[in-house]
């Protein structure tokens, strides 16, 4: 008896022919994925909805504790300046000073989602989890970012509705204080998943924090216009991002801005394009995350 077995032979593509479409494997060569794979063995929604759930979870701490801040500073703010300040002609200080306090409250939330989710990921040895499924870098890239962006957009949600109590507020152009808000939030979240990536202690994470973020938001025009102050800080101020994000937003509640929400649009959408690029760089070469 002999244990000879036949030898494989090539399947002919004729042989193929008949077979349905969905036996036949396709050979073409599949278009590259921009977007999120939502197909239903993705793991794109289950990593987004752990870092809504993340935040959401602990809403008194992440959602809550910003808002008290925010009215903290407008109740100070407001009561020590409301007669002191002139912005805008018209418009009241107090009403000045709460579209910039929504605005500063949900830029460090929307920085600290991602970048504190890293960080504990790594410290704690469990990042190696998201690593293990096959998450694309763009995946985890969305992920990461729209949670932010939904945490950020809560937190000035909630900042705004509590404002109401104190003085009338009413949105001039809606439209333009959710492109802003969503844009800025995207900034901060693809800053934060960056610094998330870089940080491999909490010292570096918050150095990224008090010597980049904070400053920047705090001379960006949160308590003040940029006219009320000499012409050189007026120049230095029209370098930073974060003003743009704050006057912009202003504009979407008042209709007058210090400069002009087109161009303040401009600015932020090719700053958050920039950084999505850098991040998405990061993330496709396994920076510090495949060592």
């Known amino acids: 008896m002999s244990n000879t077995t036949a030898p494989i032979r090539p399947i002919d593509s004729a042989e193929t022919s008949d077979l349905p479409a969905s036996v036949t494997p396709s050979l073409a060569p ?8 939502l197909d239903a063995g993705s793991g794109f929604p289950t990593l987004l909805r752990k870092e809504l759930l993340r935040f959401w979870k602990v809403s008194f701490q992440t959602i809550a504790a910003p808002v008290i801040t925010a009215l903290l500073y407008l109740m100070i703010f407001a009561q020590v300046l409301q007669d002191k300040v002139q912005v805008y002609g018209s418009v009241p200080y107090t009403s000045f000073l709460i579209p910039g306090l929504m605005m500063m409250s949900m830029l460090q939330n929307a920085f600290s989602n991602p970048s504190s989710s890293l960080i504990q990921s790594r ?11 096959p998450l694309s870098h763009r995946e985890i890239f969305w992920a990461y970012t729209l949670a932010a ?4 957009l809560a937190v000035g949600l909630c900042v705004w509705l509590v404002a109401l109590f104190f003085i009338a507020l009413p949105p001039a152009h809606p439209a333009w204080i959710l492109a802003f808000g969503i844009l800025s939030c995207g900034i901060m979240g693809v800053l934060g998943l960056i610094a998330g990536l870089w940080s491999e202690k909490f010292d570096q994470l918050a150095a990224f924090q008090n010597f980049l973020i904070m400053p920047a938001t705090f001379l960006s025009g949160v308590f003040y216009s940029i006219h009320t102050l000499p012409a050189f800080w007026q ?3 029209h370098w930073n991002p974060i003003f743009y994000t704050i006057d912009g937003f202003r504009y979407g509640f008042f209709s007058v801005s210090d400069v002009s929400p087109w161009r303040s649009l401009a600015v932020v959408a090719a700053v958050f394009v920039v950084l999505s690029l850098a991040a998405l760089r990061l993330l496709a070469s396994g920076y510090k995350l495949r060592n």
Not at 30 to 37: D, F, I, M, S, Y
Not at 149 to 152: D, E, L, P
């Open 123 to 133: 410290i704690t040895g469990n990042l190696v989890f998201m690593l293990l499924p």
């Open 149 to 152: 962006i939904v945490r950020g």
């Open 30 to 37: 599949q278009p590259p994925r921009v977007l999120p794979n």
């Open 235 to 237: 120049a230095v101020s």
